[in-house]
């Protein structure tokens, strides 16, 4: 089946400093990928999609300068969160879009755990 | 915003099915009715979708209402790994269209 990893898979930093994850599909290329952010006993928030070789496109009340998307290959897209605050501390989660059997599925990475400290 | 509405909670016992109702009396023609659940502290997990007739694969059953407002998703023989939250998310089967999560039903499978 469709393989979606997330690295790190946690992370500590400090408030003030900016973090990367990264998000890949290791087993097909995928033209679409979204940012999903998840609190504590709360459901995923969808917070971008992403589209290899253009920009993000940002859900409102999200923040584009904070969270800085790259989509450059069709098996790769980061998420950068920049001069993270404590607020941001949440479990961050990626999918990506692979059209099987005629539908377009959508397989998640097992989320990254964020804490700022 | 989610289209669907699921209840809170369920439980049901280890080895019973356990049917899971969702309700979307406001879906489109072109909308699929896929399930996702998600065990605590991981990515969602795919389950199944359907647009209407009812499907079945190694995980589930899907039963799609005719009228298309509701489903029902059918796990035969429930078992403590079943635990976790379940969602129901209508969407139209496009490239670049995402999964929009409400609030989901929290299943609790007890021996």
């Known amino acids: 089946g469709a393989v979606v990893s997330q690295h790190p898979s946690r992370v500590i930093c400090k408030s003030g400093t900016s973090v990367k994850i990264e998000c890949r599909s290791l087993?097909?290329?995928?033209?679409?990928m979204f940012w999903y952010r998840q609190f504590p006993k709360q459901s995923l928030m969808l917070m971008a999609t992403?589209?290899?070789?253009?920009?993000?496109?940002?859900e409102q009340g999200v923040e584009k300068d904070k969270f800085l998307i790259n989509h450059a290959s069709l098996t790769l897209s980061t998420l950068t969160v920049t001069s993270a605050h404590p607020e941001d501390s949440s479990f961050y989660i990626c999918?990506?879009?692979?059209?099987?059997?005629?539908?377009?599925?959508?397989?998640f990475g097992p989320g990254t755990r964020l804490t700022v400290t | 915003d989610a289209k669907t509405t699921q209840p809170t909670s369920m439980d049901c016992a280890e080895g019973r099915a356990a049917n899971l109702p969702c309700n979307h009396s406001?879906?489109?023609?072109?909308?699929?009715v896929y399930w996702y659940r998600q065990i605590h502290s991981q990515g969602p997990q795919y389950i199944i979708h359907?647009?209407?007739n009812n499907e079945t694969n190694e995980m589930a059953s899907l039963i799609i209402t005719e009228d298309r407002k509701s489903s029902t998703l059918i796990l035969p023989h429930a078992t403590l790994r079943d635990t976790a939250v379940y969602y129901c998310?209508?969407?139209?089967?496009?490239?670049?269209?995402?999964?929009?999560f409400g609030k989901g039903t929290t299943l609790s499978v007890s021996s």
């Open positions: 999918s990506a879009s692979n059209r099987r059997d005629s539908s377009y599925e959508q397989y």
């Open positions: 406001t879906i489109s023609g072109n909308e699929y």
């Open positions: 998310i209508v969407r139209v089967d496009q490239a670049g269209t995402a999964l929009i």
């Open positions: 359907g647009l209407k």
């Open positions: 087993d097909f290329q995928a033209t679409t």
């Open positions: 992403s589209n290899e070789g253009s920009k993000a496109t940002y």
